[in-house]
């Protein structure tokens, strides 16, 4: 019974790990040059972001080696702004665009960044299976070719890009 209990509570911490099959992290990542201020251009909407405008993260260094992560958006429902702190580590090493990122407690979610541009200024993201995807951009607006190539780069890839929304930002 012991062992059960262990592994079902093994499986529950780290359920949302992994990445789909399609999906293969950046390597030769930079995380000194990730760091700072990215904003939500388009995602796959969950219940955790539903009707957020002006959505941003924020990704700073941690004592412990990991990073912050401050995600903000603000909601027209309720006129306010919402924050979510959370942290992130890398899963293999720190040159591959692989993380686990955390908002409640020893719960981690998969953070894989499958498209990079050289100078950082945009970041295509999956999570643990193909209903998580974002984009970020280091600007409140991307060219159209990101876009097309963002759609492109995720249908190829299994995700449902219909259900995109597209973040208001200005």
Request: net charge negative; proline share 4%.
């Amino acid at each position: 019974m012991k062992k059960l209990l262990l592994m079902l509570v093994t499986l529950t911490l780290t359920g949302c790990l992994g990445m789909p099959e399609t999906v293969q992290p950046v390597s030769n990542f930079d995380v000194q040059h990730y760091l700072g201020k990215w904003y939500e251009i388009a995602r796959l909407d969950h219940s955790f972001e539903e009707g957020l405008t002006h959505v941003t993260a924020d990704y700073t260094p941690r004592d412990d080696g990991g990073i912050a992560v401050l995600n903000r958006g603000f909601s027209a429902a309720d006129n306010q702004w919402e924050e979510a702190q959370g942290k992130a580590y890398f899963v293999n090493s720190d040159s591959e665009g692989y993380l686990k990122v955390s908002f409640f407690g020893p719960f981690y979610g998969s953070y894989v960044i499958f498209a990079l541009d050289d100078d950082y200024r945009y970041a295509f993201i999956s999570g643990p299976d193909t209903d998580y995807l974002w984009l970020l951009s280091r600007t409140p607006t991307v060219d159209q070719q990101v876009i097309e190539q963002f759609i492109h780069m995720a249908k190829a890839r299994g995700f449902d890009t219909d259900r995109l929304i597209f973040v208001d930002q200005q």
